[in-house]
């Protein structure tokens, strides 16, 4: 019986954990932006960039409402700008890390830690909306570099040949992109990418 009450309470928390209403549930105030108008409001800080929607209250102690993906631009939640992008056909709302010539964008799969969920589920969780069978013991983060239209995915595999595809002409960075491991994209891709525009922007001084 104990073990039936314990499962039945798993399961509860976990419904509720998955629904968002659970210890993640937090709203911040911030914006999002539609094609009309901005809606000034308390956004939900729950890995919604990864959902269709996002949930929003007008007032902290209002009624959640939500706004289709469809009908969103970009995202403000207190901390991070959230923009929405097409890649492979499908619209994301990505975390902007850096703006500029070369904008860099974050899909981070790692902001909810193996403590906070254990106590839900121990076979299966969720994060940034996607269903994992265990908690992530590293980073897992998955970043984007776009120039203009152009978005390109830093993949594992491939990791030189993607940042160089968007960083290009500058022989410094180069070069420090032939030296690199991929698990020093964590802790490099943004000062690259600022050091790159700052590159940019003197360029072009140069040139006028």
């Known amino acids: 019986m104990k073990r039936r009450i314990t499962y ?27 094609k009309a108008d901005t809606i000034h409001c308390y956004v939900r800080n729950n890995n919604h960039f990864n959902d269709d929607f996002v949930i929003y209250k ?9 706004i289709e993906l469809n009908d969103v631009i970009e995202v403000f ?11 492979k056909n499908t619209y994301y709302l990505l975390k902007r890390l850096v703006k500029g010539n070369i904008s860099l964008y974050e899909e981070d799969l790692s902001e909810i830690e193996s403590n906070d969920i254990e106590n839900y589920n121990a076979n299966s969780w969720i994060a940034g909306g996607r269903s994992l069978t265990s908690a992530p013991t590293y980073r897992t983060s998955t970043f984007y570099l776009k120039k203009a239209d152009q978005l390109v995915e830093i993949k594992k595999k491939s990791f030189k040949e993607d940042i160089k595809s ?6 410094e960075t180069i070069k420090k992109i032939e030296e690199m491991k991929y698990k020093d994209v964590y802790d490099l891709i943004q000062a690259f990418v600022n050091n790159y525009n700052e590159w940019l922007k003197n360029k072009d001084v140069k040139v006028k």
Request: avoid cysteine.
């Open 8 to 34: 039945f309470l798993l399961l509860q928390l976990n419904f509720l954990f998955v629904n968002g209403q659970g210890a993640h549930d937090y709203f911040f105030k911030g914006y999002i932006l539609v």
């Open 58 to 66: 007008l007032a902290k102690d209002s009624k959640a409402q939500r």
């Open 77 to 87: 939640d207190n901390s991070f700008v959230y923009e929405k992008l097409k890649y």
């Open 166 to 171: 968007i960083l290009t002409d500058d022989p």
